[in-house]
């Protein structure tokens, strides 16, 4: 697919059919994710892979409380179908301990020193190449949020080792039809360019 096309065409989906993903798309997805951009190349970013309907499973049982499973709502069905989930993780402590080696010469690993947190934005940025995949893919994908107080029991269920955050989720797999705009978008417009380019200045 044209490079164009798949920025334009990507959207978030979320509702799936139960088709099963093959897997060599989501090697080729996670395999484009470690060609994200990372300061200091520190590449401090973990991908927790989830494939099988068990592991799937337990990502859904430990993120969402027991009365929304038993019940689950239009949001919740049509994401529970994916076949695929990954999880992609930061780590604070790799961008310190990457940042005090002798090429970049942060001894101090003062957190004051980054304007931004690195790690996230970082893991971030390889989170949309997976997303890009699945578009070029003919396949559907979404982020979304981990609720905080879920994130012990994710880390607990999968054995996220304490210096990696998780900084959402990404459902991948078949798209039950071209659903349009939906969730925000189908409320709001796309901003335009003119309005969020500040060029030479920022004037208005
Ligand atoms: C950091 C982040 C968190 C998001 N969290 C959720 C979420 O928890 N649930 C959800 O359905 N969509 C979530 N989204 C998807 C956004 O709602 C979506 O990207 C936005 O409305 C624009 O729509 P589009 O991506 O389809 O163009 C999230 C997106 C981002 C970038």
């Known amino acids: 697919m044209e490079f164009q096309d798949v920025v334009r065409r990507r959207r978030m989906i979320r509702s799936y059919d139960d088709r099963p993903v093959d897997r060599a798309i989501v090697d080729r997805a996670l395999a484009n994710a470690t060609h994200a951009p990372s300061a200091g190349f520190s590449q401090g970013w973990g991908f927790l892979a989830l494939d099988t309907k068990d592991d799937v499973g337990r990502f859904w049982a430990a993120t969402t409380a027991a009365a929304s499973l038993a019940a689950p709502d239009s949001w919740l069905r049509g994401m529970m179908r994916a076949p695929v989930v990954v999880v992609p993780c930061s780590s604070k402590a790799a961008y310190l301990a990457r940042y005090a080696e002798d090429d970049k010469g942060w001894t101090g690993r003062d957190e004051d020193r980054w304007p931004v947190p690195y790690w996230h934005l970082d893991a971030a940025m390889a989170s949309l190449l997976i997303l890009q995949t699945a578009v070029d893919e003919g396949l559907g994908a979404c982020f979304f949020g981990i609720p905080p107080e879920r994130l012990a029991p994710v880390r607990e269920v999968f054995g996220i080792p304490d210096e ?38 920022w004037l208005h």
């Open 164 to 201: 990696f955050d998780p900084i959402g989720a990404i459902t991948l797999g078949h798209r039950v039809a071209d659903p349009g705009a939906a969730g925000s978008p189908a409320r709001r417009e796309r901003k335009d360019p003119d309005e969020v380019v500040h060029r030479g200045r």
